[in-house]
């Protein structure tokens, strides 16, 4: 009697859990935000948001050409452009899903209905590979790369595609955490094929691409807040 109610209690257990595996598979790691791309409507958290992929450390002066790299559908830029004008981006990604001009547009209608006013700014999605960016040559004065390194499948040949871009005088901005021992990279670089890169080599790779590293640093408030690192082209 006793072991016919066990049987029946570990069967209905391994039911329960099969129909909860099936309704909530294990979350597969992303290659984008957790948060996705809020638009927000809030000043305060606008702020909070591009504070903490350290864009408020960054000046954009008018007419100036900015690539972001791995920008999904633009939702920094469309924040940037309530406080900066003149400015061309290209908003450039990897994922046609995510980043494309109808899903670059939506973004940029939200935040010109917010601003109440027309934009100045362009916007140009583009779409690249693994090691391309398919941005047009020596055009750039500035590269963003926010929260994307790591995912880079093959970063050196990417950099130096980055190169081929920016203007001889222009600036790469790299901003990214650093990885906490929780972090299984070996198994990030088997599964996904990322570079999953510590910030040490992250620097290394990007030097040995012709690059000079002009300033890196950190507004630390917790363990997971990014460092900005500045580059330009070695003389
Ligand atoms: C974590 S998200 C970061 C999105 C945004 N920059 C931010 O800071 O919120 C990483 C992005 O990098 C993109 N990505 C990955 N590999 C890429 C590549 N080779 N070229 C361009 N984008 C890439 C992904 O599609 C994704 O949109």
Not at 82 to 109: G, R
Not at 158 to 177: A, C, E, H, R, S
């Amino acid at each position: 009697m006793k072991r016919s109610i066990i049987k029946h209690i570990v069967l209905y257990a391994c039911i329960l859990v099969c129909i909860l595996y099936c309704k909530n598979p294990p979350v597969e790691e992303t290659m984008q935000p957790y948060a996705g791309y809020p638009l927000l409507d809030n000043q305060d958290s606008i702020k909070q948001m591009l504070a903490s992929r350290c864009l408020d450390s960054i000046n954009f002066n008018n007419g100036e050409i900015i690539a972001d790299i791995g920008a999904g559908n633009g939702y920094l830029e469309g924040m940037l452009s309530l406080f900066f004008d003149s400015l061309t981006f290209y908003i450039q990604d990897i994922d046609t899903s995510i980043c494309n001009q109808l899903a670059v547009n939506k973004v940029v209608d939200f935040y010109k209905n917010l601003k109440k006013k027309p934009f100045s700014n362009k916007f140009i999605a583009i779409n690249g590979t693994d090691s391309t960016s398919n941005l047009p040559d020596n055009i750039c004065d500035k590269i963003l790369m926010l929260y994307t390194y790591q995912y880079i499948r093959k970063p050196k040949a990417f950099i130096l595609d980055i190169k081929k871009k920016l203007k001889n005088d222009g600036l790469f901005y790299v901003v990214n955490p650093q990885y906490g021992d929780y972090d299984d990279l070996d198994f990030q670089r088997k599964e996904y094929g990322w570079n999953a890169s510590p910030l040490e080599k992250e620097i290394s790779d990007i030097i040995s691409c012709g690059f000079e590293l002009i300033k890196i640093s950190r507004k630390y408030g917790s363990f997971d807040d990014p460092y900005i690192m500045v580059f330009k082209i070695k003389d």
